[in-house]
């Protein structure tokens, strides 16, 4: 059986930071402090596939051989998120010594670059942590020397590129309820109301062919995904109400074959 394809905003999201100015973008709302950062000192390190399952990092960045910082959108809630942010470090160190030709069977210390992991989350934020550990996963009042820190950002000034993303998202999850039953001018409105807003602006101009094919792609997917879903459940819902009415009418058989004192007639 074939996997759901990724979402429209995860895709966007990643077309979007695989450039390299609006990753340098990115990098500057993460890190202002560093004034003369230039797209030479950013490293695109994405990765493609890390599980068989089909899960993928959003993004990878490296800044001068020294931070690696990983970030993964997500429009709905998952409990799991620094479980993935494990793996997808992991899988990244492992080819940062790879790529590096790094041994690890000698007396001399590795170092590593310093990693951050970020959720830009677009959903609404209500009552969610700031932040969420790896030792959330683990039994309560257990101790464990593994930790792992991920940042959530649920917001960001007006204007800068996350600010831009998330409200891309939002404009195009009210387009979707408000035109259902029509892809085109759901995909269409999106577009146009972002151009206006200037979100995202430029690269809706620079990309518009390559966003709306990933955009269609998801909305016809996603539709036929849902029409797979809801026939499966009919067909469940089908099946549990005749093994029901089957059940009921053993026990009513049962009844009417019954004498008063429980003995077969």
């Not at 000192?41 to 490296?62: F, K, P, Q, R, S």
Request: aromatic share 10%; proline share 3%; glycine share 4%.
């Amino acid at each position: 059986m074939c996997n759901i394809k990724r979402t429209t905003k995860d895709s966007v999201f990643t077309t979007l930071f695989s450039h390299k100015e609006y990753a340098l973008q990115l990098f500057k709302v993460l890190h202002p402090e560093e004034k003369n950062v230039t797209e030479k000192d950013i490293e695109i390190i994405t990765i493609d596939n890390v599980l068989t399952d089909g899960i993928y990092n959003d993004l990878g960045l490296m800044f001068k051989d020294r931070l690696i910082i990983l970030a993964e959108a997500q429009s709905n809630w998952n409990g799991n998120m620094a479980i993935r942010g494990l793996f997808y470090l992991s899988e990244t160190y492992k080819r940062y010594i790879s790529k590096n030709k790094i041994s690890l069977f000698t007396s001399t210390t590795v170092q590593l670059p310093v990693p951050e992991i970020y959720v830009i989350f677009t959903g609404e934020k209500g009552n969610r942590p700031d932040e969420i550990f790896l030792s959330d996963h683990f039994p309560k009042n257990s101790s464990s020397p593994l930790q792992l820190r991920i940042k959530m950002i649920y917001d960001s000034r007006k204007g800068d590129i996350i600010y831009q993303y998330i409200n891309f998202c939002k404009v195009f999850d009210q387009m979707r309820k408000d035109f259902p039953d029509s892809v085109v001018m759901a995909v269409k409105n999106t577009i146009s109301i972002c151009r206006n807003k200037e979100l995202l602006a430029e690269f809706l101009r620079d990309h518009e062919t390559e966003l709306n094919d990933i955009m269609y792609d998801f909305l016809y997917n996603e539709e036929y995904w849902r029409k797979l879903m809801l026939r499966d459940e009919r067909k469940k819902a089908r099946e549990e109400g005749l093994a029901e009415g089957h059940a009921e009418g053993l026990i009513e058989g049962a009844h009417l074959n019954c004498t008063p004192y429980g003995r077969h007639i």
